[in-house]
């Protein structure tokens, strides 16, 4: 399989499982996307420009189930409806890909783009988004355990 397959594989499986999070709760197929035994090391954006450091998931500074809490409660607040993903390119084991988050209306309200580090394996070891996230909720705990 080439690289760019590969890359299309995690951003097709990307956008449903995201949703099926945050909508239904249910993070096994989002988790499926990413390294088990080792922390997420995550890159977001606030709308100051801001880069904001963390890590989720095992070891990491928030676990899937308060990223998944925290980030549900925002999307709610966004009217949201679904994401959608796709693979703009692989180099390496680098991915961008760009993602839209649709509201319950069918607009696209947020078009992000993000680079993916993949392992080996073809999970994913570190996200880092180019556009202010919008999961305030995820911002602050992280800001706070900085503090």
């Given amino acids: 399989m080439s690289a760019k397959a590969k890359g299309q594989e995690i951003a097709d499986k990307w956008g449903p499982a995201l ?7 249910d993070m096994s197929d989002f988790k499926d996307i990413f390294v088990q035994d080792e922390p997420v090391y995550t890159v977001l954006q606030d709308a100051e420009g801001h880069e904001i450091e963390t890590s989720i998931g095992t070891d990491g500074e928030l676990s ?6 925290l980030s549900s409660k925002d999307l709610a607040s966004q009217n949201f409806d679904k994401i959608e993903a796709q693979c703009l390119g692989v180099l390496g084991d680098r991915m961008i890909m760009e993602t839209g988050r649709f509201n319950k209306d069918g607009v696209v309200y947020l078009e992000a783009y993000s680079l993916l580090t993949i392992d080996g394996n073809g999970k994913v070891t570190m996200v880092e988004a180019f ?7 995820v911002q ?4 706070k355990t900085e503090e």
């Fill in 131 to 137: 556009a202010d996230s919008q999961l305030t909720s």
């Fill in 140 to 143: 602050a705990a992280v800001t």
């Fill in 19 to 25: 949703t099926k999070m945050m909508v239904d709760g």
């Fill in 64 to 69: 899937w189930d308060a990223f998944q809490e």
